[in-house]
């Protein structure tokens, strides 16, 4: 019962915090300078032309109606028309969420392939040569800025070895999975760093606690003491750490995508605000955002279910 009550909770919390996010988005992209009407009307542009552009838009009407007018769509499922794709933005940004994403899926599937085993043998083997080595690495790592990591892993596995393409995104299964390894192992070399530190210190107060010192002395094997006691409860921080920063890798992905050109909804974003394409950016936006908060939101409900002083609290 104090699950459920629990997931009620989270749910009522989401609905200001999606309030507040349209209310960010609707009017933080009205500060951007620059004219819609000139872009759309481009060598044709005259003063009563974007006069009329500007009405057909609603931009002549006091923000707040505009805002108003915003939810109204919104809640009909409705983004608008976009400005320079000529169609529906919830159509254009649809067309490039998937390798999106796929991208986000492949980046963290990379991260946790390599974090579990680095962080759980770095705390067995604490102070050793591969712990001092994971130790380096995600140090590194972490202080690496993505955009040039990503310049580094093109000029090497692409220009020079000639391993992997240098952008795009394919057009089957294998060839997303040759496309995007690049860009994927650039994202998760920064996420696993968070993971493996967090997963090495969880493992290590797991390991010096006193019921992993009694199933010692009960004659239990090892293999079993890690399994059953070690892991078990050392990964119930990591599942939190993951969730917080697979959210913050969502936003990641717009500077990645856009150093290897694949075509997805970073790149959309990066260039309708340059083209001040406000219903795309705003839908962008929300999607973002409610990406985010739905990982936030299971994230929290995994971690009740692996603990349930979380619910109880």
């Known amino acids: 019962m104090a699950r459920f009550s629990f997931i009620g909770r989270r749910l009522l919390q989401l609905i200001p915090v999606l309030f507040g996010i349209t209310v960010i988005t609707f009017f933080l992209l009205r500060l951007i300078p620059g004219d819609p009407a000139l872009q759309i009307l481009g060598q044709h542009y005259t003063a009563a032309g974007a006069v009329e552009v500007r009405h057909s838009l609603g931009l002549d009407r006091p923000l707040w109606q505009q805002y ?6 919104l809640f009909q499922g409705d983004l608008g028309d976009s400005i320079t794709f000529k169609q529906s933005a ?6 490039r969420l998937p390798p999106t994403l796929f991208l986000v899926a492949y980046a963290a599937t990379l991260a946790m392939l390599v974090s579990i085993p680095a962080g759980v043998i770095s705390a067995l083997r604490r102070g050793g040569i591969f712990d001092q080595g994971a130790r380096i690495t995600t140090l590194v790592g ?16 692409s220009v020079h070895l000639q391993l992997f393409p240098v952008n795009g995104y394919g057009k089957t299964f294998v060839q997303h999975l040759d496309h ?29 606690s006193d019921y992993v010192d009694t199933a010692r002395v009960k004659g239990i094997s090892r293999f079993s003491v890690l399994r059953r006691h070690v892991l078990r409860n050392a990964i119930v921080s990591v599942v939190v750490v993951f969730g917080i920063n697979l959210a913050f890798l969502i936003s990641g992905t717009v500077i990645v995508e856009n150093v290897f050109g694949i075509p997805g909804v970073g790149t959309l974003l990066v260039d309708s605000v340059s083209t001040r394409d406000y219903p795309v950016v705003q839908g962008v936006t929300l999607i973002f955002a409610f990406l985010v908060v739905t990982i936030n939101l299971v994230t929290d409900v995994v971690h009740a279910s692996l603990d349930p002083r979380v619910a109880l609290e």
């Open 68 to 73: 108003l007018l915003f939810l109204q769509r």
């Open 90 to 95: 919830g159509s254009v940004i649809a067309e």
């Open 142 to 157: 972490f202080a690496m800025p993505p955009f040039w990591l990503g310049i580094i892993l093109i000029l090497i596995f």
């Open 180 to 208: 995007l390894f690049l860009p994927a192992a650039t994202i998760a070399l920064g996420f696993s760093t968070i993971v493996i530190r967090t997963l090495r210190s969880s493992t290590l107060a797991a390991l010096a």
